[in-house]
T-cell receptor, first 113, second 114 residues
Framework: KQEVTQIPAALSVPEGENLVLNCSFTDSAIYNLQWFRQDPGKGLTSLLLIQSSQREQTSGRLNASLDKSSGRSTLYIAASQPGDSATYLCAVNYQGGSEKLVFGKGMKLTVNP | DAGVTQSPTHLIKTRGQQVTLRCSPKSGHDTVSWYQQALGQGPQFIFQYYEEEERQRGNFPDRFSGHQFPNYSSELNVNALLLGDSALYLC?????????????FGPGTRLTVT
């Protein structure tokens, strides 16, 4: 069964810390993997997309890596800020899924000032 | 350039009623997908529309149906509403060509069934 897991479910850190968010998936046959941010009661904002052929992508303070062989992706957030507080979701587009995304349950991040 | 838009923002319905949610994709996108997100969970794939046809469907009952119009906008219909249908309904769009790409989500419609 094609699944996506995010552990832990929640994380609370002081401002300024460098963070690593983890995502694991069950099948290495993927098209791409996408990280999203979701603020309470809102829609999803795409942060980074990593294609199957790529190892990492960077945008500002965010860096996402992909290791298909181990079924893992990490989202690195440098110098965290209170504005980074949100739920972060990992989603995998498995091959044969015709652009259907399989999501993890998300990780709720709280950055304390 | 408008992103993905959805209407209405919020909706309250009674068990047994029917509801229609609407989505307009990002400009230049022709593929629309619908997801259901229960509180505290990740979104679950309902179905996807491309060229006005349902291309793929998730594990949802036939009470959930949809439609795509020639302008690529889409509707999600849910019949015989149950309390468990209360959720945030998200619409996503993609260009549809050139292989699977980045998906863009709308703000969602919050459906409450009482």
């Amino acid at each position: 069964k094609q699944e996506v897991t995010q552990i832990p479910a929640a994380l609370s850190v002081p401002e300024g810390e460098n963070l690593v968010l983890n995502c694991s998936f069950t099948d290495s046959a993927i098209y791409n993997l996408q990280w999203f941010r979701q603020d309470p009661g809102k829609g999803l904002t795409s942060l980074l997309l990593i294609q199957s052929s790529q190892r990492e992508q960077t945008s500002g303070r965010l860096n996402a890596s992909l290791d298909k062989s181990s079924g893992r992706s990490t989202l690195y957030i440098a110098a965290s800020q209170p504005g980074d507080s949100a739920t972060y979701l990992c989603a995998v587009n498995y091959q044969g899924g015709s652009e259907k995304l399989v999501f993890g349950k998300g990780m709720k991040l709280t950055v304390n000032p | 350039d408008a992103g993905v838009t959805q209407s209405p923002t919020h909706l309250i319905k009674t068990r047994g009623q029917q509801v229609t949610l609407r989505c307009s994709p990002k400009s230049g996108h022709d593929t629309v997908s619908w997801y259901q997100q229960a509180l505290g969970q990740g979104p679950q794939f309902i179905f996807q529309y491309y060229e006005e046809e349902e291309r793929q469907r998730g594990n949802f009952p036939d009470r959930f149906s949809g439609h795509q119009f020639p302008n690529y906008s889409s509707e999600l219909n849910v019949n015989a509403l149950l309390l468990g249908d209360s959720a945030l309904y998200l619409c996503a769009s993609t260009p549809g060509q050139g292989g699977p790409g980045e998906q863009y989500f709308g703000p969602g419609t919050r459906l409450t069934v009482t």
